[in-house]
């Protein structure tokens, strides 16, 4: 079994809906990052999350740590939202461990 | 504010060869890290340096290894070449302390033939 688990693997949408990704992870975390990965390669850092809830313009990260979950909402999706979004678990030491990332496709 | 840089953009490679690829952290940043990323097999850790010391590294053989220098600027090192080498390698930096944010540099491509 993977340590972190990522879903959807996929998920098109339409512009304006409300996108929900998840993240459930079964090992003991200092911290959980999102990212984000355009097709060009480059990696944007969206969040780092310990516990709670951070936001950030249309973006919203929560974690649950008694769950060992993790959610990503955008809300008011738009094409330029496009991207493959990626869960990391931070187990101390600065080694990450990634899930295999969900792709994200929002048509105009 | 410079954000993190890599070179070369794309390297070609032939197996059995050593590739040298080269990361510089955004100013003030003391620590670096290195992922792989495969076709298919998602993102993994390779190396993280900080002050530099190499501080950790994932389950690599070897023959990836790398430095940090008195600038924080770093340098992976990729010998004897395999096909399997072939990946989108990226750099990103940090404060290095506690849990400070991920900066990542745009990676480069490593083509192995």
Known sequence: KNEVEQSPQNLTAQE???????????????????????PGGGIVSLFMLSSGKKKHGRLIATINIQEKHSSLHI???????????????????????FGQGTRLTINP | EAGVTQ??????????????????PISGHTS???????????????????????????????????????NYSSELNVNALEL?????????????????????????RLTVT
Do not use: M
């Open chain 2, 7 to 24: 070179s070369p953009t794309h390297l070609i490679k032939t197996r059995g060869q050593q590739a040298t690829l080269r990361c510089s």
């Open chain 1, 16 to 38: 304006g809906e409300f996108i929900t990704i998840n993240c459930s992870y079964s090992v003991g975390i200092s911290a959980l990052h999102w990212l984000q990965q355009h």
């Open chain 1, 75 to 97: 809300t008011a999706s738009h094409p330029r939202d496009s991207a493959v979004y990626i869960c990391a678990l931070d187990q101390g030491a600065q080694k990450l461990v």
């Open chain 2, 32 to 70: 670096v890290y290195w992922y792989q990323q495969a076709l298919g097999l998602g993102l993994q850790f390779l190396l993280w340096y900080d002050e530099g010391e190499e501080r950790n590294r994932g389950n690599f053989p070897p023959r990836f290894s790398g430095r940090q220098f008195p």
């Open chain 2, 84 to 108: 399997e080498d072939s990946a989108l390698y990226l750099c990103a930096s940090s404060l290095g302390v506690g849990n400070s944010p991920l900066h990542f540099g745009n990676g480069t």
